[in-house]
């Protein structure tokens, strides 16, 4: 059982590059997170989804954007990368929501937009 | 905005010492969770507090859940090598929402 597999593990952008970062899960979770995590900071919440067809912003969605085509699968999208979008991605899944069941992270993707 | 301050953000100690680690708030919590985090990985659960008061222990890690349930502290006993790593607190929000703590790195020398 893989759990949550994100891809790639590191990556070197631009400034105004776009890429995709993927997130899969195989454990038939409804909900779908991605979140940043800057040094000596909290994670942030960048987007959600609670089901395949819906997604939500989180606290700092600013400069991505989401799709949620199917359970397994949850990219993220940066448009035009800034060097404020240095840092590690990780996705995470859960059965239900944060109030009744915990999270289960991918290994993340370090990212650097210089 | 609410926050989720942890104490210490950093701890160097050596094998065999007693430690504990503060997650603070001025809000109130639903459920308070806390992960452990290696580098080049994931966080990882480690345990859920629910109810005021609680304690919960994981061989040598007692968690609790402040009465008010807007605190919660970790304490590992005899800590080890292997206790090392990123310990991160977090809390469920009225929202449903995670409020995350900024962590505190553990290194356990030998």
Known sequence: NAGVTQTPKFRILKIGQSMT???AQDMNHNYMYWYRQDPGMGLKLIYYSVGAGITDKGEVPNGYNVSRSTTEDFPLRLELAAPSQTSVYFCASSPQGI???PLHFGNGTRLTVT | TQLLEQSPQFLSIQEGENLTVYCNSSSVFS???WYRQEPGEGPVLLVTVVTGGEVKKLKRLTFQ???ARKDSSLHI???QT???GLYLCAG?????????GAGTKLIIKP
């Open chain 1, 21 to 23: 970062l993927q997130c």
């Open chain 1, 99 to 101: 109030k009744n069941s």
């Open chain 2, 31 to 33: 459920s308070l969770q």
């Open chain 2, 65 to 67: 859940f402040g009465d």
């Open chain 2, 77 to 79: 006993t005899a800590a």
């Open chain 2, 82 to 84: 292997g206790d090392t």
């Open chain 2, 92 to 100: 469920a929000n009225s929202n449903y929402q995670l409020i995350w």
